[in-house]
């Protein structure tokens, strides 16, 4: 292990940080926030002062930066810059803790969503802004902002790229990795602008229009009103917002394709398929046993006047169910009152989650696909023992390594899942409550079941509760290998 070219890229990227604290306290500055205008000032020399430390310390010697490195300079990359983008939240006093204000940024870079507020109207517009960018940052990939923005300094960018990109492979779009990278980028803010306009012209805010778009894009659910976007109570928004959803969630890389023209490539594309019919298939069950569900059957005995229509159930069943496949976490409804089919359903989607190459969270589509080949695959072996037969994803064969990589990462997945639930049932949290929580924050969704359901929030949940939680974020954020390796004696043997 290269300790020194790890602290010397982390440095670079803290001091990139610092800069990126300059767009939240213009915020401040524009809404005449004092309390906060110091917060991000205090937050950027102390950001600036470590970066530039670190930096000045431990100059690079080698140019070549290996696997080992890249996990470690990616996974000390996100803690340092979530315990820093902590400062403003704790500083500025919104956050009575520092726990609660790591929760939350966590939350943030990580695009899960989850809060410990439980009123964000009343707070500053730079503090709502700073949640939002932070997911919004989060959402492509802090490292791919480093690998696009700063070729200069000489260093390969294929390992941090490799480590930062979800997914069982790191798809190339152009020959070299920065040109990805800003590439992937360039796509985000397209994506970006065109829903901001949208909203805009749907009569959303412009402040609002901008959240949203941050935590949409991200896929991180985070919203300026408590009740998300049910507050607005607007078809056309829950349209584009749940449109916009369904983009983010899919690979980046079949826009690229789109751009060159190359649209049965994009039909074609297993995964692609896979998402699309398992959302429809969803919206349809969700909507159909909303409307001929007793009302008995609702968690609480009361069936919503809304959902003897056919078509508001659809219309409700349409955007949680996007929301849960794309792992945003954005409400127009609280589906923990729904039934129970509808909500096992719900936490089954974020279990599963959005495609390799998105912003979404979770297992991912192409794990999904690969396991069901694999598994139907070896059902056929058991009646023809000697059958050979290639697992293949668009139309090519899959190697046998992505096979056991997408296998053992689901194993560890489900593994990592048990503990942190048991751990946070021993903290006297219920099991509905810890199994949703830990499912939702691992799949970086956010809303959960229960007391962490979509209209409530985290704030009750025990401080060890919360770093748990805070964990499962980053796991799932980094893909477990990244975070679990970290503690392993190989990462740092020679």
Known sequence: MNIPIVLYTVGNLVLMLAGILLVPLGVAFYYEEDATVWAF??????????????????????????????????????????????????????????????????????????SIFKDVE???HSILFWRAF??????????????????????????????????????????????????????????????????????????????HTFSTASTAGFST?????????SLYIEIVVATFMFFCACNFSLYY??????????????????????VLTAIVFVALTLYFSKPESFNGGIKDNRYYDLGNSFR?????????????????????????????????LIFIGACAGSTGGAIKCVRIVLLLKSSMREFGRILRPRM????????????????????????????????????????????????????????NCGPGLAKVGPMANYSDVAYAGKWILSFCMLLGRLEIYSLILLFLPIMWKR
């Open 316 to 348: 409700y069943a349409f955007f949680q169910v996007i929301t849960a496949c794309s792992t945003t976490g954005h409400a127009s409804a609280d589906f923990d009152l729904w039934p129970n089919a509808c909500r096992f359903l719900i936490i089954l």
């Open 257 to 278: 394709l789109c751009f060159q023209k190359e649209f049965k490539k994009v039909l074609q594309n297993s995964e692609l398929r896979f998402f699309a019919g398992l």
């Open 225 to 233: 009103k408590n009740a998300s976007i049910a507050y607005y109570n």
């Open 388 to 443: 050979i037969k290639h697992v293949k994803i668009n139309g090519e064969s899959v190697s046998e390594e992505i096979i056991t990589e997408s296998s053992v990462f689901f194993v560890i997945y489900l593994g990592s899942f048990g503990v942190c639930t048991l751990a946070l049932i021993a903290l006297n949290t219920d099991i509905v409550t810890a199994f949703s929580a830990v499912a939702s924050c691992m799949a």
């Open 122 to 124: 009343i707070l500053p």
């Open 134 to 211: 932070t997911a919004w940052l989060g959402g492509m990939g802090i490292i791919v902002i480093f690998v696009a923005l700063l070729p200069a300094m000489g260093v390969s960018g294929y390992q941090l790229f490799s480590a930062e990109v979800s997914g069982p492979t790191a798809d190339r779009l152009r020959p070299r990795i920065g040109q990805t990278a800003k590439l992937l980028w360039i796509i985000y803010l397209i994506i970006t602008a065109s829903m901001i306009l949208m909203l805009f012209c749907g009569g959303m805010p412009i402040f609002d229009a901008i959240c």
């Open 41 to 114: 000032v205090f937050s950027i020399i102390i950001t600036g002062v470590l970066g530039g430390f670190s930096k000045l310390f431990f100059r690079k010697k080698e140019t070549e930066i290996g696997i080992r490195e890249g996990i470690a300079i990616v996974t000390f990359s996100w803690i340092v810059c979530i315990f820093l983008g902590a400062i403003p939240y704790w500083y500025s006093g919104v956050c009575t803790t520092y726990c609660d204000a790591v929760f939350e940024t966590t939350s943030g870079f990580s695009t899960t969503g989850a």
